[in-house]
């Protein structure tokens, strides 16, 4: 093999992972505080039940943090919120310079700040339309030999999520056959 086409081979196998060097810029960065000084950068994911779920990229696993342990969070990222008299808000937020036990939800009718114990769900909303849907397809057969028995399964599923409703739709199917039943 020449000199030039391994240098084309070596360009073509090489060249897409360029592709992915930008995209660690592009990950979100929250900033999380605990009341012990631990620092964590990285994406806040949800609020659900009391626990705050977080993914750094130094973690296999997301973090699962208690809320009541928490000192400081901000995210850019546009989140909805869920609130004990059923409010519902949405945008960014970061902890209420003023007061430490409130957040300040920086959303599109201005700043709203909220008591930390008066949050009940947090959950991260992606801002494009493309980003915004969900779909899935699943696909099964199973063969029983002693009875010849086939069975097919189809599902599916489509989904989309905004900052002022969600809307999903799903099917399933099974189609069986046997011999001599």
Do not use: C
């Amino acid at each position: 093999m020449s000199f030039w086409t391994r240098l084309r081979v070596q360009i073509v196998l090489r060249a897409p992972m360029l592709l992915l060097i930008p995209a660690a810029g592009w990950a979100a960065q929250d900033t999380v505080i605990t009341k012990s000084g631990d620092h964590l950068v990285g994406e806040i994911k949800s609020l659900k039940r009391g626990w705050l779920v977080f993914e750094a990229d130094y973690g296999d696993n997301d973090f699962i943090i208690d809320w009541d342990k928490l000192h400081y969070l901000g995210s850019k990222s546009f989140f909805k919120f869920g609130t004990t008299d059923r409010r519902t808000l949405t945008g960014s937020f970061r902890t209420d310079p003023a007061d430490s036990s409130r957040l300040l939800i920086e959303g599109a009718d201005g700043p709203v700040s909220v008591s930390q114990e008066d949050l009940v769900t947090m959950e991260s909303i992606k801002t494009t339309f493309w980003d915004q849907l969900s779909a899935s397809f699943d696909f099964g057969y199973s063969l029983t030999k002693a009875n010849n028995l086939k069975q097919t399964s189809v599902g599916g599923m489509f989904g989309y999520k905004s900052d002022k409703s969600t809307a999903t739709i799903s099917l399933q199917g099974v189609n069986s056959s046997q011999d001599n039943a």
